[in-house]
């Protein structure tokens, strides 16, 4: 009989200490409502690399030198009034705020310019992926005759030739070629130079293990934002950028974008029907410096922009709260821009 008492009494007490740290373990939770918010982010996204390497064009000094001065240089266009510059303007992370661009002889493009800051690290280039990469995207508004207008190749091999300076820059960066001023010199050193103008923010910090890095408001936003589903698809470590995607899985963007014109996407690169509005998935780093958005610019407001996503990709309305949460979180994307 006092077994038995004796063997009740320590269960007694064995389960009143579980209990009391279940008390302590739901106490904590409540006091952090963010406690393993950060493992979750670890898993869906990545910190950006200091550069986007590509072992088809190694990063050189001197390449990356040429590329800067390619990429502010007038002189590639046919009438000399635009350079990469121009559409994709470093000074105000990497686009120009316009919902389309004015080329070469004053006509607008029918597409929104994308940022060129952290472009390197795109699965594909412009918004129907019809490039692989940045050093071929490089090549392509050089010779549209509604942006850049060059003629052909051999007009841009003759200009460049004829100008003093460039000869000993093409010679530096490529100095096993012959004959360095080629086409293809021009879109390696131009990507190379791109390569390096990747922007990490405080949200790179708080990846890599600084929990104080966000705010409590913007860890609400970042849990809000994972549990929209945004991640879905604005994943990684450009917060997008890796995969292609319908846009309006439910419904028709235009009728939520107002756009002007129905864009097809990237039907008009492979004539696929299941192609039909699929655009590649943009990335969201510095995604509140660099409206107009969408792929026709057609929408200014961020916040607007959000709910149209969250409407037409995962079928949900979002309240202002959570927008606004949101979008809290989306300014912690905001990097430092390149040193010039």
Known sequence: MKKIFYITIIALAFAACNNGETKTENKEAQQDPYAGLHEKAVKMFAQLPATAENPDNPLTEAKVKLGKILYFDKRLSKDETQSCNTCHNLATYGVDNQPTSKGDAGENGNRNSPTSLNSGLNFVQFWDGRSPDVEDQAGGPILNPVEMAIP?????????????????????????????????????????????????????????????????????????????????????????????????????????????????????????????????????????????????????????????????????????????????????????????
């Open 152 to 340: 052909d190749k051999d007009f841009l091999i003759k200009r460049l030739t004829e100008i003093e300076g460039y000869a000993e820059l093409f010679k530096a960066a490529f100095p096993d070629d012959e004959n360095p001023i080629t086409y293809e010199n021009i879109q390696k050193a131009i990507g190379a130079f791109e390569r390096t103008l990747n922007t990490p923010s405080k949200f790179d910090k708080y990846l890599a293990g600084d929990e104080e890095a966000l705010t409590a408001d913007e860890k609400a936003g970042l849990l809000a934002y994972m549990d929209a589903g945004c991640a879905t698809c604005h994943s990684g470590a450009l917060l997008g950028g890796n995969m292609f995607q319908k846009f309006g899985l439910f419904g028709n963007y235009w009728e939520y974008t107002n756009s002007e014109t129905i864009d097809s996407g990237r039907y008009h690169v492979t004539g696929k029907d299941a192609d039909m509005f699929v655009f590649k998935v943009p990335m969201l780093r510095n995604i509140d410096k660099t409206y107009p958005y969408f792929h026709d610019g057609s929408v200014n407001s961020l916040d607007e922009a959000v709910k149209i996503m969250a409407k037409t990709e995962l079928n949900k309305d979002l309240s202002e709260e959570e927008t606004k949460s949101i979008v809290a979180f989306l300014a912690t994307l905001t990097g430092e821009l390149p040193t010039m």
